[in-house]
């Protein structure tokens, strides 16, 4: 079993940036793939990174790609997503998942791979 908690959302304006945690309690995160999805109102669940175990390989989706970074603490065993340069249509509820995948460059981020959700936090982004 285990737990995740998403924080760090918020209300920023388009251009700012944005950290996001998912601290996970009885598992190592470590030892998982992490991924991280978003979901607008109206909108279908949608992947956004994913960042692997040992070896650390990460995956994003394109409309993120160059602005958004994840990264691992394992002494915290916490997750991170790192979020630059948001814009408006970046505005969702964000949601860390733990899989039970692969992660890399070349792995699509699907959904139905993940198991234990977060209860997400809410970034809005303004125009």
């Known amino acids: 079993q285990g737990q995740l908690d998403e924080s760090g959302g918020g209300l920023v304006q388009a251009g700012s940036s944005l950290r996001l945690s998912c601290a996970a309690s009885?598992?190592?995160?470590?030892?998982?793939?992490i991924g991280w999805f978003r979901q607008a109102p109206g909108n279908e669940r949608e992947a956004v990174s994913c960042?692997?175990?040992?070896?650390?390989?990460?995956n994003f989706a394109d409309s993120v790609k160059g602005r958004f970074s994840v990264s691992r603490d394992d002494a915290e065993n916490t997750v991170y997503l790192q979020m630059n340069m948001l814009m408006p249509e970046d505005t969702a509820v964000y949601y860390c998942a733990r899989g039970s995948t692969f992660c890399g460059a070349s792995v699509p981020i699907r959904s139905n791979q993940y198991h234990y959700w977060g209860q997400g936090t809410q970034v809005t982004v303004s125009s």
């Open positions: 960042i692997g175990t040992t070896d650390g390989l990460t």
């Open positions: 009885g598992f190592k995160v470590g030892n998982y793939v």
